[in-house]
């Protein structure tokens, strides 16, 4: 059974850059689509982007010019750097992993647990 | 303002069956792209209920069925039961501003 988990820091600075990493267990890295999703205090889910194996990307347009996305292979890991980060990017952060996409939409059928970060100096 | 829109609650009694709506417009659902649903209890991590309009991953019971119609797709839910209660997304792809995968607004479910 593939499971996600989430780590880094729950608390940064205005200004400063969001990491995370996505531990992928009990199922290997190399197919599917790896995406961070995520959600702020009293709101719905934002999905931000994901990554295909290959090392492809696609990211949400309004995010696009702060986020990074990538996979590490050989520690069967993925991760998301998101830069000049403001209070708006306080939120529980979920990876997740594609079951499969159909008629052009992705659907994702493995989540991790999610954690929260909060942006505040 | 999610660019599906969904009610922001719905509720229903023991038993009883519930809809919920999504909305959407020619960029994302009237385009033909399919919509997905997902479960989503508070300190959770979201589970996906129905994907492709209306298929069912296993291990979910057949009281949750999904349709598309149009620029619109609906999520039901019959013989209400009390672990029901949370929150139900809708999910599709966008292709306004180089597309991107979209998540409705959310609706939470009640169970009186």
């Known amino acids: 059974q593939v499971q996600l988990q989430e780590s880094g820091p729950g608390l940064v600075k205005p200004s400063e850059t969001l990491s995370l990493t996505c531990t992928v267990s009990g199922g290997s890295i190399s197919d599917f689509y790896w995406s961070w999703i995520r959600q702020p205090p009293g709101k719905g889910l934002e999905w931000i982007g994901y990554?295909?194996?290959?090392?492809?990307?696609t990211y949400k347009p309004s995010l696009k010019s702060r986020v990074t996305v990538l996979v590490d292979k050989s520690k069967n890991q993925f991760s998301l750097r998101l830069s000049s980060v403001t209070a708006a990017d306080t939120a529980v952060y979920y990876c997740?992993?594609?079951?499969?996409?159909?008629?052009?939409?992705?659907?994702?059928?493995?989540w991790g647990q999610g954690t929260l970060v909060t942006v505040s100096s | 303002q999610s660019v599906l829109t969904q009610p922001p609650s719905v509720s229903g009694a023991p038993g009883q069956r519930v809809t919920i709506s999504c909305t959407g417009s020619?960029?994302?659902?009237?385009?033909?792209?399919?919509v997905h649903w997902y479960q989503h209890l508070p300190g959770t991590a979201p589970k996906l209920l129905i994907y492709g309009n209306s298929n069912r991953p296993s291990g979910v019971p057949d009281r949750f069925s999904g349709s598309k119609s149009g620029t619109s797709a609906s999520l039901a839910i019959t013989g209400l039961q009390a672990e029901d209660e949370a929150d139900y997304y809708c999910q599709s792809y966008d292709t306004s501003l180089s597309g991107s995968e979209i998540f409705g607004g959310g609706t939470k479910l009640t169970v009186l």
């Open positions: 990554i295909y194996y290959s090392g492809g990307t």
């Open positions: 997740a992993r594609t079951s499969g996409c159909s008629s052009g939409s992705c659907y994702f059928g493995y």
């Open positions: 020619s960029s994302n659902i009237g385009a033909g792209y399919d």
